[in-house]
């Protein structure tokens, strides 16, 4: 296991698309973060798994944006009628709950949408 | 907002020279973690300082964490031209398990 995983890495949509994005997680971490990042900003929080349950949703950006992550190991960000205004980098990290919980990131999906 | 805020925004040094940056918080917390960003990359983790250790080290890094003032410092000491990039800090409050990350610092380092 190299680290967490993102896919795919680049996505361009049209506008009103769905668009979904996966992350595998490293493997022996239970946490599961998904965050937002636009240009020039700082990662913005969106949700949160710890083993399959979604801890904290309340930071998803509408109702169109939804995580899922099933079995306690990858998880998927699904964003519905995608508008101009949800390019950005997502970006996917995982920790621990046992000893040290540094969270790692993936590098990332970048969406546009035109 | 539980964010951190990174200060100064940008900065630019020379090669060899040291490089410090400030973090600021608004809310109790776990822990604080310092990450470093390559242009269009993801996320490299740093450093994680506890909220019972005031100082810690690793390489050329030095993290500090004040909670009274509820504030971290990250010195990257003998700067290299690797080293340009965004830093932020990401705080772990202690009303969940979620972290939130400031704005960031823009360094520079000349060659």
């Known amino acids: 296991d190299t680290g967490v995983s993102q896919d795919p890495r680049h996505k361009i949509t049209k506008r009103g698309q769905n668009v979904t994005f996966r992350c595998d997680p490293i493997s022996e971490h239970n946490r599961l973060y998904w965050y937002r990042q636009t240009l020039g900003q700082g990662p913005e929080f969106l949700t949160y798994?710890?083993?399959?349950?979604?801890?904290?949703k309340s930071r998803l950006l509408s109702d169109r944006f939804s995580a899922e992550r099933p079995k306690g190991s990858f998880s998927t960000l699904e964003i519905q009628r995608t508008e101009q205004g949800d390019s950005a980098m997502y970006l996917c990290?995982?920790?621990?709950?046992?000893?040290?919980?540094?969270?790692?990131f993936g590098q990332g999906t970048r969406l546009t949408v035109v | 907002s539980q964010q951190g805020e990174e200060d100064p925004q940008a900065l630019s040094i020379q090669e060899g020279e040291n490089a410090t940056m400030n973090c600021s918080y608004k809310t109790s917390i776990n822990n604080l973690q310092w990450y470093r960003q390559n242009s269009g990359r993801g996320l490299v983790h740093l450093i994680l300082i506890r909220s019972n250790e005031r100082e810690k080290h690793s390489g050329r890094l030095r993290v500090t964490l004040d909670t009274s003032k509820k504030s971290s410092s990250l010195l990257i000491t003998a700067s290299r031209a690797a080293d340009t990039a965004s830093y932020f800090c990401a705080t772990d409050p202690n009303t969940g398990n979620q972290f939130y990350f400031g704005t960031g610092t823009s360094l520079t380092v000349i060659p």
């Open positions: 798994f710890q083993n399959e349950a979604q801890l904290e």
């Open positions: 990290a995982s920790s621990s709950t046992t000893g040290d919980t540094e969270a790692f």
